[in-house]
């Protein structure tokens, strides 16, 4: 089954959005967020997972749950599926916190776990790969985003496909693309280019008027040229 439940605005036309300024609305919500920075900083997961799982809840769950209750849900399953904790094990916590109302501080980790975690920090998370690169467009290029039926997480807002846009900056490099192809491998990485869209051209007498534009970040596997 396609999931595109998290393109909102995209193939499904969502909206409006509501969009929240705050990062963390809830103090357990910066508890996760650390979770997933230590399981980053150790290795035991990728963006690309968090992506997968998180998106590969039913529409309903994705729909009612806050964002990162989606987190919550995609790092669960993640453990699970990976023998780190079983269902058994969750739910008994779950039952012994909501009984105290207490779930008390974690245990501490060891040195070496939070050298790691500190190092992966200071290090950050670029996308961008050392391999060589080799655009097959240039700035002024007419491009057109393939229309295709994604089946797990798309970096390709799905109101762009088909629709005809100008290259305006090539990045230097190549970057990760943190999606699957339908076998299961990893897309290699790939040359990512800013592509300008007039808003007429995606949205047609919806359009606001006046002199807009719409950008979006293109990798170039989505990528084909416009006559």
Known sequence: MTRVQHNLGGIQGLGPVWNEPRVFVEPWEERIFGVHVAMMGLGIWTWTELR??????????????????KWLGGIEAFLVEEGYLDT????????????????????????????EIVDYLWRGDSPKRDVPATPAFAVGDKVRPVPYEPWVHTRLPGM????????????????????????????????????????????????????????????????????
């Open 52 to 69: 997968m799982k998180a998106e590969g809840m039913s529409p309903i769950g994705y729909f009612t749950n806050r964002y990162y209750e």
């Open 88 to 115: 058994d094990e969750i739910e008994a916590r779950t039952a012994e916190i909501l009984a105290s109302g207490d779930a008390g501080p974690p245990a501490a980790g060891s040195p070496t776990a939070t050298t």
């Open 160 to 227: 762009l496909q088909g629709k005809v846009g100008t290259v305006e900056i090539v990045y230097d490099g190549a970057y990760h693309l943190p999606e699957l192809e339908p076998d299961g491998a990893v897309k290699g990485p790939s040359p990512v280019y800013l592509v300008r869209f007039d808003p007429v051209d995606l949205w047609g007498a919806l359009a606001e008027p006046g002199h807009a534009a719409f950008y979006a970040d293109v990798w170039e596997h989505y990528l084909e040229a416009a006559s």
